[in-house]
C-alpha cells in the first residue's frame, strides 16, 4: 500500500477536498514517517544533528511520486507531515522518557538555553499536553505551533500552508509561545 | 478558553510593537477598567521575555536527546574547560587551557556530546582524530592531543584559531579582487594537501575556514570528513547516502541528493566560496526554501554568472534572524575597491568561467583537482590562458589577440577561421537540443543504481558454480522490487564481465571499480563469495555479500548470512533487505515480494538448471542453454522466466517458431511477476513475434516510467529499429543522450544510432555514430562492444563502397569476438566481411568466407545463420555457372530452414533453386519451385518474395511463349512492389515488361519502359543495372536499324559489366555488339565480338544466355558466307530450344535459319520456313518475330 502512486493519487484528491483521501494519506504517513524517525532516532542520531524538516522532506520524497509531483500539494502534505511527526515524537517521549528517568537523568529537556523555566524543564509530553489545551480555544495557533515546532517549517513555509500572511503567522507565533511558555511553567511549578 | 481570547491576542501583538516602557500605559487606556483583560495580557507579555529562543532553534526530535551538562571549570586531561565555544551533532568545542604554570596556551577541545557516545559515534570521533592526526599543514588546524576523560568520553584537543571567517576577513579589509584570490589560492593548497593524504572534508564554508590576524587561512572542523584509504573499508565507516549534515548553501548536487562523495564534491564547495568571495552573493538564495526547493534550485538549475550576479540586490538576514545587511552593487564593488562597472568587466570572461566550471552539477565535468582549479586562478592572475575554456576555440583566439595585438591582421584570419568552426559547434549543439528537449529533468529524477556482479566461489567443488549465477539473479530481484533503485540487467552484467575479463570476486579495488562504473553507470555493486561448508553441515552455504560505492570503492554495506541450498531465497532476502536498508530504501512489501517469489523457480532442481542455463547462454552457448532451459522448464513448467529465457535460446539458435511458443508461455505465466519482470517478457514476446508496434509500446511504457534506465530506452530504439521506424528510433537516441553524464559516454547509444542509421540508409551518419562507439567502447575497453561497432561500421562502409575500411573493420571485429569465445558475433562478422568481396564480384574469396562463417554456424548451433550461409555459397555456385554444385547447397539450406520452420527462408532458397532450374532450361521444374516458394512468400506475408516470385514465373512463361499470361505476372509483381515501393525489384521488373512489349512489336511502348527502368536504376545508383537496361535500349536501337547507336551502348555497357565481373550481362553486351556491327557490316570487328563472348561463355551454362548467342554466332557466320556453318548452328538451337519448351527462342533460331537458306543453301525451304515463322509467330503475339520473317521474305522477293 505504500507505493508512490497511491500517494500522489491521494494528494491529487487532497486538492479538491476529499476527506477520505486525506485520512488514507494520513495512514501511509504515519508508518513512513515512523519508521523514518525510528530509524533516525535508534540508529543515525548519533550521525548528525536530526533535522525535522529533512526528516519531513525525505518523507515526502519517499512517498510521492517524483514525477509526478503536484507542487501546489506540497503545503498541505507538509501540515500533515508536522501533525505526524507531533504524534510521532510524542509516542517516542513517552517510551523513552520513563527509561531516562529511570536511570537517574534529567528529564528531557526542551531547550536549557530557551531560559523558559530555569533549573526545570519542560518535556515534550507536557508541550503537547499544552498544545492540545491551546487547540481547544484556537486551533490555529496550536496549528502553527505544530508546523513550525514539529514540523521544522519556517515563516514563510507555515504562512502558505496556513494559507495566512507572514505578518499574521509572526504575530501568532509571538503569542502562542508566549501562552505556551505560561502554560509550561505553570505545569512545572506544579511538578515542584 | 481564555476570556475574551481575540481581545488578548490583539492587545498582545499591539503592545508588543511598543517599546516595553510604553505597553503598561498602552494597556491602561485600551482595556479601560478590564482588570482581568489587563492582567492577562501583561502575564502573556511578561510570560514572552525570555522566549527568544523557545521552540525556535531546536527542532522537535533534538527534545530526544540527553541534554548538555555544564563543562565549565571542568578539567579534562591536562586542560581546564574555559567555555563552549560551538557544538554540532555529535560534539560540542569548548575552549580551553593548559592546567600549566609556565605554558598558559588556549587550546580547543572537542567531545562527544554525553548520551551519544554509541560505538559508532566514537568509531567517528576516532576517525576525525585519525584524519588530523595523518594531516599536518600549515594551513589546517593541527592537532595537539587527545585521550579520554575521566568518565571515558573521548577528546580532542586541537589549536585554538583565532580569526574571521574568510568572508569577513576579506570583506573586512577591503580586499581586491586579486588578493582574494591569492588567499583563495591558499585554502585550496589546504584542501589539495588533504585531498593527497586521502581526505575530503565535506563542509568547505567560510565558517570552517578562519583566517588569522597575521591574514594566514586555517581548515577546521574534520568532523564529518571523509577518509578515501582503502585500509578503512573494514571498519563500519560506513557512507550513508541518505541525510547527513551539510550547509546547503555550499553542498554540491550529489550531496543533496545524497550520492556518493568524492573530491569533486570539496571542488564544488570551494567553488561557491569563491562565487561569495567575487561577488558577495551565493550561487543560490534559499532564503525561506524548503528543502525540496533547496533541492531543486541546486540540483537542477544554473546559476547567475558571477559578472551577472553583482547586478542583483539582496537582503542578507543574519542568523538571529535581526541584522539586515543590503548587498548592492555599489556595496559589493565597493568592498572590492571597484566601481561596479569595473567589478564586472573583471569577472566577465575568465573568472566566469573558472567558478562556473567549478560549480558543475556533474562531478566529472568539474576540475579534475582542486590544484586543477588553483592552477587556472593562477593562470588567471598571470594572464595566461585559463584552461577551463580550453574546448571553447574562439577564447584562444581573443586570448591570443590580446597579446599580440601588432600581429593583428595575419591572427585575423585565423579567428575566421576559428569563428567558423565555433558557429559549426553551436549549430550541432542547438540541433541535439531541439531533439532532446528535456535532459534536465531526466536527470533530476536518476535513481540509484546497483549491478549484482556476481560471487566468487571459495569451495573446490566445482559443482556448486551455478550458486553465483542464481544468486545474482535473485539478489537482483530483490533490490529491482519497488523500483527504488535501478538494477543493471544480468546480460548486461555478464557481457562487461567478459569485456573486462572481469573474474567473479570477494571485492574489487577502487582502480578495478572505475571501468566497472564507466561500463555499466551503476553507483553501486554487490560481490562477494560463497563457500560450500560440506555434507557434515548438511549442505549449509556460507555467503559473503559486500555492497561497494563505484565511486570510491568505498564498501557501504558488508552482510554474511548462512543458509542451505535448498533455501537460497531466504538466504537472498535476508541478505537483501540489509542491503535495502543500507542503502535507505524501504522494505520490500507484501505484493512486492510476491512479484519476487514469482521471479523465482518453485524448486531448487528448476533453480540450479535455471541458473546453469542463463549462465550458457550469456557465455554465448545457446546449444547448452537450450538444454538446460528445457529441462529447468520441465522441473518447473510453470516459472516465466525459464521459458522467457528458453526462447531466447530458440531465437539465438535459429528456431523462431518454437521460441514464439516459449516467449507466448512466459507471457501466460507472468501474471506475478513484478511490473518491469512482467513487462519484459511481454516486450520479449512481441519480440519474437517481430510485432514490434507492440514492443515499442511496452518499452515506451517502461522507459517513460523509469527514464533514468538506459537499458529500456535502448531497448526501445531498437524495437523501432527493426520495427523499420529509424527516425522514431533517432529521437529515443537523442533522449538518451541528455539522460546523464555517463549516457553521453555509453557507446551502445552510438551504437544504436549506427544502426538506426542504417535502416533508414544514411551511411555516411552510420559510419560516424559507428566511429564514435568504437571509440567509447574502446576507452572503457568494452571489447564486445568495439566489435559491434566494427561490424555496423564495416556494413555502412560497405554501403559508401569504401571496401577496404569496411574490410579492416569487419576483420578487427572478427577478432575480437573470436578471442572472445563469441562465435556467433564472429560468425556475423564473417558474414558481412564476406559481402564486401562478393559486391565486387570476387566470388572465390567471399565464398571462402562464407563458408567459415558456415563453420560456425555449425559449431553454435544457429540454424538460421546455418541456412542463410548455405544460401549464400548455393547463390556464389549459381553465379559460377556451377548448377550442380548450386543445387545440392541449396537443398542444404533448404533442410536447415525446414528444421526451424523459417518459412521465409524457404521460401528464398525455393525461389533460387527456381533460378539455376530456369537457367538450366527446365522450365517447368523452374515454375513448379516458384509456386512453391510463392505459397510460402505469400505465407509468411513476405511481399518482396512474393513479387520476386510472380515475376520470375512471368518469366518462364515469357520463355515458354505465353506471353499473355506473362503479362499478367508481371502486371501482379509491380503492383505488390509499387505497393511496398521496392525500387529495385520493380525496376527489374520493368525491364521483363519492356522486353515482352519489344517481341510484342510495341517499339515505343518497350522503349518508354526500358527508360523509365533506366532512370530509375540511375537513382539507385546501380550502375550494372543501368547498363543492362542501356544494352535493351541497345536491342531496340538494332530493331530499328540505329546500328551506330546500338554499337556505342554496347560497348559502354561491356566495361561496365567487365568492371563489375559479371560475366553473362557481359555476353549478352557482346552479341548485341556483334549485332550492331553486322548491320554496320563490319564483319571482322563483330567476329571478335561474338568469339569474345563465346569464350565468356564457356563457363556459364544458362540456357537463356547460351541459346541467343548461338543465333547471333549463327548469323555472324552466315555473314562470313560460312551459310553451312551458319544453318548448322541455328538448327541446334531450334532443336535444343524445341526440347526444353522455349518458343521464343525457337522462333528465333527458325527465322534464322530461314534467312539463311534464304541466302543461299536452300531459298525454296528457306522461304517457306520463314512463312511458318511469321505465321506461328504472329498467332503467338511474336510480333517482332513476325515482323523480322516477312521483311526477310520481302527482301529475297526483292533481289
Redesign the interface.
Known amino acids: 500500500m505504500d507505493t508512490p502512486t497511491d500517494v500522489t493519487t491521494l494528494l491529487g484528491e487532497l486538492d479538491f477536498g476529499s476527506d477520505k483521501a486525506v485520512a488514507e494519506l494520513v495512514v501511509l504517513l504515519y508508518s513512513e514517517l515512523h519508521s523514518l524517525a525510528s530509524r533516525y532516532l535508534r540508529r543515525e542520531r548519533s550521525d548528525h544533528t536530526l533535522q525535522t524538516t529533512a526528516l519531513v522532506h525525505e518523507a515526502y520524497l519517499r512517498l510521492a511520486n517524483q514525477r509526478e509531483v503536484h507542487w501546489k500539494n506540497k503545503e498541505q502534505f507538509l501540515g500533515v507531515a508536522a501533525q505526524l511527526m507531533r504524534r510521532i515524537l510524542v509516542d517516542y517521549s513517552r517510551g523513552h522518557g520513563a527509561k531516562k528517568r529511570g536511570k537517574g537523568f534529567e528529564k528531557v529537556f526542551l531547550d536549557e538555553a530557551a531560559g523558559v523555566s530555569k533549573g526545570k524543564a519542560a518535556d515534550v509530553i507536557a508541550l503537547d499536553e499544552a498544545l492540545t489545551r491551546l487547540a481547544e480555544f484556537d486551533p490555529q495557533q496550536a496549528h502553527l505551533v505544530e508546523l513550525r515546532f514539529f514540523g521544522g517549517l519556517d515563516i514563510e513555509e507555515s504562512a502558505g500552508v496556513l494559507r495566512v500572511s507572514r505578518t499574521t503567522v509572526k504575530r501568532n507565533w509571538n503569542v502562542a509561545k508566549a501562552w505556551l511558555a505560561r502554560e509550561l511553567r505553570r505545569g512545572d511549578q506544579k511538578d515542584a | 478558553?481564555?476570556e475574551k481570547?481575540d481581545q488578548v491576542?490583539e492587545l498582545?501583538?499591539l503592545a508588543?510593537e511598543r517599546d516595553p516602557e510604553e505597553r503598561s500605559d498602552f494597556l491602561r487606556q485600551a482595556c479601560a477598567d478590564d482588570d482581568s483583560l489587563r492582567s492577562e495580557v501583561e502575564?502573556?507579555?511578561s510570560?514572552?521575555d525570555?522566549?527568544a529562543?523557545?521552540?525556535e532553534?531546536?527542532?522537535?526530535?533534538?527534545?530526544?536527546?540527553?541534554?548538555?551538562r555544564a563543562m565549565a571549570g571542568r578539567r579534562i586531561g591536562a586542560y581546564r574547560i574555559i567555555r563552549e565555544i560551538g557544538h554540532?551533532?555529535?560534539a560540542v568545542v569548548y575552549l580551553g587551557e593548559r592546567d600549566d604554570q609556565n605554558y598558559r596556551k588556549q587550546v580547543a577541545i572537542k567531545m562527544v556530546k554525553p548520551?551519544?557516545d554509541?560505538e559508532?559515534?566514537l568509531q567517528?570521533f576516532r576517525n576525525e582524530r585519525q584524519t588530523l592526526a595523518a594531516l599536518d599543514h600549515s594551513n589546517i588546524v593541527k592537532l595537539l592531543d587527545g585521550g579520554s576523560s575521566e568518565d571515558g568520553s573521548p577528546y580532542l584537543v586541537m589549536e585554538h584559531v583565532e580569526g574571521l571567517p574568510i568572508d569577513q576577513y576579506c570583506d573586512v579589509h577591503k580586499l581586491p579582487i586579486d588578493d582574494r584570490l591569492r588567499l583563495f589560492r591558499e585554502v585550496c593548497s589546504a584542501v589539495q594537501y588533504a585531498h593527497e593524504k586521502l581526505v575530503i572534508h565535506r563542509d568547505l564554508k567560510p565558517a570552517n575556514i578562519l583566517i588569522t590576524k597575521s591574514g594566514v587561512p586555517r581548515l577546521l572542523d574534520f568532523g564529518?570528513a571523509k577518509l578515501l584509504n582503502p585500509e578503512c573499508f573494514q571498519t563500519p565507516l560506513v557512507t550513508?547516502t541518505?541525510?547527513?549534515?551539510m550547509t546547503p548553501e555550499y553542498a554540491s548536487p550529489e550531496q543533496i541528493r545524497g550520492h556518493s562523495v568524492t573530491t569533486a564534491t570539496d571542488i564544488y564547495s570551494l567553488g561557491v566560496l569563491l562565487f561569495e568571495l567575487l561577488t558577495g552573493h551565493r550561487p543560490y538564495r534559499f532564503?525561506?526554501q524548503?528543502?525540496?526547493e533547496i533541492e531543486r534550485l541546486v540540483c537542477d538549475t544554473d546559476p547567475e554568472k558571477p559578472s551577472a550576479v553583482i547586478n542583483r540586490k539582496e537582503e542578507r538576514v543574519s542568523h538571529d534572524g535581526e541584522a539586515r545587511t543590503a548587498i548592492t552593487p555599489e556595496s559589493v564593488s565597493d568592498l572590492r575597491g571597484l566601481q561596479p562597472a569595473e567589478l564586472q568587466r573583471r569577472l566577465r570572461g575568465d573568472l566566469d568561467t573558472i567558478v562556473m566550471k567549478a560549480l558543475r552539477k556533474e562531478p566529472e565535468r568539474r576540475y579534475g583537482s582542486v590544484e586543477e582549479f588553483s592552477r587556472d586562478i593562477e593562470r588567471y592572475l598571470t594572464g595566461m590562458p585559463v584552461k577551463a575554456r580550453k574546448s571553447t576555440i574562439t577564447y584562444r583566439g581573443g586570448r591570443f589577440l590580446h597579446r599580440h595585438k601588432e600581429s593583428l591582421a595575419a591572427a585575423l584570419v585565423v579567428l575566421c577561421l576559428v569563428l567558423a568552426i565555433a558557429s559549426w559547434e553551436v549549430h550541432q549543439l542547438s540541433r541535439q537540443n531541439a531533439i532532446a528537449p528535456e535532459p534536465k529533468n531526466a536527470q533530476?529524477?536518476a535513481r540509484r543504481s546497483v549491478a549484482v556482479l556476481g560471487f566468487k566461489n571459495l569451495s573446490d567443488r566445482s559443482d556448486t558454480k551455478w550458486v553465483s549465477a542464481a544468486l545474482s539473479e535473485m539478489l537482483a530481484t530483490e533490490l529491482a522490487a519497488?523500483e527504488k533503485l535501478r538494477t543493471v540487467p544480468g546480460e548486461t552484467v555478464a557481457r562487461m564481465k567478459i569485456d573486462l575479463g572481469l573474474p567473479d570476486t570477494a571485492s574489487l579495488a577502487p582502480e578495478a571499480l572505475a571501468p566497472v562504473r564507466k561500463n555499466l553507470g551503476s553507483d553501486f555493486v554487490v560481490v562477494g563469495s560463497y563457500f560450500d561448508l560440506g555434507k557434515d553441515s548438511g549442505g549449509q552455504l556460507r555467503l559473503d555479500v559486500r555492497l561497494q560505492d563505484t565511486a570510491n570503492g568505498e564498501t557501504a554495506a558488508a552482510v554474511s548470512e548462512t543458509s542451505t541450498e535448498a533455501q537460497l531465497l531466504d538466504l537472498v532476502s535476508r541478505v537483501g533487505r540489509k542491503l535495502r536498508e543500507d542503502l535507505g530504501v524501504?522494505e520490500v512489501?507484501q505484493?512486492e515480494s510476491v512479484g519476487i517469489r514469482a521471479a523465482i523457480p518453485s524448486n531448487p532442481v528448476a533453480m540450479r538448471l535455471y541458473s546453469e542455463g542463463l549462465a550458457k547462454l550469456r557465455t554465448f552457448d545457446a546449444l547448452a542453454a537450450r538444454d538446460l532451459l528445457t529441462q529447468a522448464v520441465s522441473s518447473d513448467p510453470a516459472y516465466p522466466l525459464a521459458h522467457a529465457e528458453l526462447a531466447k535460446a530458440w531465437m539465438a539458435l535459429g528456431y523462431d517458431a518454437i521460441a514464439l511458443q516459449e516467449a507466448k508461455k512466459a507471457l501466460e505465466l507472468s501474471g506475478k511477476l513484478s511490473r518491469e519482470d512482467h513487462s519484459l517478457v511481454e516486450a520479449g514476446y512481441y519480440e519474437v513475434n517481430k510485432d514490434w508496434d507492440k514492443a515499442i509500446e511496452v518499452y515506451r511504457a517502461l522507459s517513460n516510467?523509469s527514464?533514468d534506465d538506459i537499458e529500456y530506452g535502448l531497448a526501445l530504439a531498437n524495437a523501432q529499429i527493426q520495427g523499420e521506424r529509424g527516425s522514431d528510433a533517432l529521437k529515443s537516441i537523442a533522449r538518451l543522450r541528455g539522460l546523464s553524464v555517463e549516457a553521453k559516454e555509453d557507446p551502445r547509444i552510438d551504437l544504436a544510432e549506427a544502426e538506426a542509421d542504417r535502416s533508414l540508409s544514411d551511411n555516411k551518419a552510420a559510419v560516424l555514430a559507428a566511429d564514435l562507439a568504437v571509440r567509447k567502447a574502446g576507452s572503457l575497453n568494452a571489447k564486445l562492444l568495439v566489435a559491434r561497432a566494427r561490424v555496423f561500421q564495416c556494413r555502412a562502409l560497405a554501403g559508401l563502397g569504401q571496401s577496404k575500411q569496411a574490410t579492416a573493420d569487419c576483420e578487427e571485429s572478427r577478432r575480437i569476438f573470436h578471442e572472445a569465445g563469441d562465435l556467433a558475433g564472429e560468425s556475423k562478422a564473417l558474414h558481412d566481411l564476406a559481402e564486401v568481396p562478393f559486391n565486387q564480384g570476387d566470388l572465390e574469396q567471399a565464398k571462402t568466407l562464407y563458408e567459415q562463417a558456415l563453420t560456425l554456424a555449425r559449431q553454435t548451433g544457429d540454424k538460421k545463420a546455418l541456412s542463410r550461409e548455405l544460401g549464400n555459397i548455393g547463390a556464389i555456385y549459381a553465379q559460377q555457372g556451377d548448377f550442380a554444385a548450386g543445387l545440392k547447397t541449396y537443398r542444404q539450406a533448404l533442410e536447415a530452414a525446414r528444421d526451424i520452420d523459417d518459412k521465409h527462408a524457404m521460401a528464398v532458397v525455393i525461389g533460387n533453386t527456381g533460378d539455376i532450374l530456369h537457367a538450366e532450361g527446365r522450365l517447368g521444374d523452374a515454375l513448379a519451385e516458384y509456386k512453391d516458394a510463392l505459397v510460402l512468400a505469400r505465407e509468411v506475408g513476405h511481399k518482396s518474395s512474393e513479387a520476386i516470385d510472380v515475376q520470375d514465373m512471368g518469366d518462364v512463361l515469357a520463355d515458354q511463349g505465353d506471353l499473355n499470361g506473362a503479362m499478367q505476372m508481371y502486371q501482379q509483381a509491380v503492383n505488390i512492389q509499387r505497393e511496398i515501393d521496392d525500387k529495385f525489384y520493380y525496376s527489374i521488373s520493368l525491364m521483363s515488361i519492356g522486353r515482352l512489349k519489344r517481341q510484342k512489336g510495341d517499339d515505343e511502348g518497350a522503349r518508354k519502359i526500358y527508360q523509365e527502368a533506366f532512370s530509375l536504376r540511375r537513382q539507385l545508383g546501380d550502375k550494372g543495372l543501368e547498363a543492362e537496361a542501356q544494352v535493351a535500349l541497345g536491342e531496340l536501337d538494332c530493331d530499328s536499324g540505329q546500328a551506330a547507336e546500338a554499337e556505342t551502348l554496347a560497348r559502354a555497357a561491356i566495361q561496365e559489366f567487365r568492371a563489375e565481373r559479371e560475366p553473362d550481362p557481359e555476353i549478352q553486351s557482346e552479341a548485341l555488339l556483334s549485332r550492331s556491327l553486322l548491320q554496320q557490316g563490319k564483319l571482322e570487328d563483330a567476329q571478335k565480338a561474338i568469339a569474345r563472348a563465346l569464350t565468356l561463355s564457356k563457363k556459364s551454362s544458362d540456357v537463356t544466355i547460351r541459346l541467343p548467342l548461338a543465333i547471333q554466332n549463327a548469323y555472324t557466320q552466315a555473314a562470313a558466307k560460312d551459310l553451312p556453318d551458319a544453318e548448322r548452328l541455328a538448327r541446334n538451337v531450334a532443336v535444343e530450344a524445341h526440347k526444353l519448351g522455349f518458343a521464343r527462342i525457337e522462333l528465333e533460331a527458325s527465322l534464322a535459319i530461314g534467312e539463311i537458306q534464304l541466302q543461299g543453301t536452300n531459298p525454296t525451304l528457306g522461304r517457306k520456313r520463314l512463312e511458318e515463322t511469321e505465321k506461328t509467330a504472329r498467332s503467338g503475339g511474336f510480333e517482332l518475330i513476325a515482323r523480322k520473317a516477312s521483311a526477310a521474305q520481302q527482301a529475297s522477293n526483292r533481289s
Open positions: 478558553m481564555p481570547w491576542k498582545f501583538t508588543l502575564s502573556l507579555l510570560s514572552f525570555g522566549t529562543t523557545f521552540l532553534d531546536c527542532p522537535a526530535a533534538d527534545l530526544l536527546s540527553a541534554p548538555s554540532g551533532g555529535m548520551g551519544i554509541t559508532q559515534v567517528r564529518i550513508r541518505d541525510w547527513r549534515p532564503a525561506g524548503s528543502l525540496l533530476l529524477q519497488g524501504a512489501s505484493v516510467s527514464p
